[in-house]
């Protein structure tokens, strides 16, 4: 670097080019890392599966049915005593969608057989354990059901029911 003073230039044009394409290169990496960043941020949709979902009002959940709540991938069972479980619809054998059979009451997975009581508890088939849980929450009335959580489970217990 040189001094204006004398007529000669403060910087070379090399150093000029080379900072100015250092610059470039830094605010690059800076933008395709922020558009990286965002492409690859988990998307959950608002009371899709993955966040807390709204079943409906714990009143409209009879004894003994079993209800689908198709946003979130899950089943409220009622049981008799008016205790609720919201189960997973995934089988865990191998991940099958299981449905629940209302003729028979009780979950059929269709891939290879396992049964599941309204408990989701395993009657028959190759499943290990019973179907997943998620937590319930009563708020207002409300049934919310927090799907970013599975709990998995090698029995049923009382205590996995919430109460209304």
Request: proline share 7%; charged share 20%.
């Amino acid at each position: 670097m040189k001094s204006g003073r004398e007529g000669k230039r403060l910087f070379s044009r090399r150093e000029v080019v080379g900072t100015v394409w250092g610059v470039s290169l830094v605010a690059l990496f800076g933008q395709f890392s922020g558009a990286l960043f965002e492409y690859l941020k988990p998307r959950i949709p608002a009371g899709g599966f993955g966040s807390k979902v709204t079943a409906g009002l714990a009143k409209e959940f009879k004894p003994g049915t079993v209800s689908y709540v198709q946003s979130g991938r899950f089943y409220i069972s009622c049981l008799p005593d008016g205790g609720l479980l919201a189960l997973w619809q995934r089988c865990t054998h191998l991940g099958c969608t299981v449905p629940w059979v209302k003729a028979k009451k009780l979950f059929m997975c269709p891939c290879h057989s396992s049964v599941f009581n309204p408990e989701g508890v395993v009657v028959s088939g190759p499943a290990p354990r019973p179907l997943d849980l998620f937590p319930i929450q009563i708020i207002g009335g409300e049934v919310i059901v927090d799907t970013s959580q599975p709990i998995s489970r090698d029995k049923f217990d009382i205590s996995q029911v919430t109460r209304v």
